[in-house]
């Protein structure tokens, strides 16, 4: 793959994964209830989003400081592709990795919290009426799953950028040090 590749590529899934996870946080299907076979004129079908949550705040807070680090993330990935240094490629690389693992805590902390509240509600709801129940995560924790992966992905291409542009170095080493033999060569 080439250096300009792995960078655009690094590049746009950065920005998609962005694009996603402020789609995710911003809307509010997370959580979806279906209520079957229910008589009665309201219906008791639900679906919620991370700021109706009220005891598991770390999601509410992990979440968005993710995306606020991805931006930053990608300022720096910027800056180090323009310069093709490859320390500061790695170093950008793994920021986004560690901008990722912000993103899969919330994406745990959650998972674990609905866990926690389908048991709550196991004990308040009969068996008998459990069976109408179905419960799913919705398509918003679905894109903030695959914003996960586009930042590891986002990550790895700029390892892979980092290593390209280390490679060409020491090929232009190399050739410049063959050069230079060369010459010294000659007059012999």
Not at 12 to 37: E, K, R
Not at 88 to 109: D, K, N, Q
Not at 120 to 131: A, G, H, I, P, R
Request: hydrophobic content about 50%; proline content about 2%.
């Amino acid at each position: 793959m080439r250096y300009g590749v792995a960078i655009l590529s690094a590049g746009f899934t950065g920005l998609l994964s962005f694009s996603l996870l402020a789609v995710a946080i911003g809307s509010d299907f997370w959580y979806i209830i279906n209520v079957n076979n229910h008589t009665g004129p309201d219906d008791l079908s639900s679906h919620s989003g991370l700021w109706r949550i009220i005891e598991g705040k770390v999601v509410v807070i992990m979440l968005p400081l993710s995306l606020v680090l991805l931006v930053f993330g990608w300022i720096f990935g910027f800056v180090s592709s323009l310069v093709r240094i490859p320390r500061m490629l790695v170093g950008s690389a793994s920021y986004i990795l560690f901008c990722s693992l912000f993103t899969l805590t919330g994406l745990l902390v959650y998972i674990q919290y609905c866990n926690q509240a389908m048991e709550d509600f196991k004990q308040v709801v009969s068996l008998e009426n459990l069976t109408t129940v179905d419960v799913s995560f919705g398509w918003s924790f679905a894109i903030a799953w695959l914003s996960y992966s586009l930042e590891v992905t986002s990550s790895l291409l700029l390892m892979l950028a980092a290593r390209i542009t280390q490679m060409k170095t020491d090929s232009d080493i190399l050739l410049h040090g063959i050069n230079d033999n060369s010459v010294w060569l000659g007059p012999l």
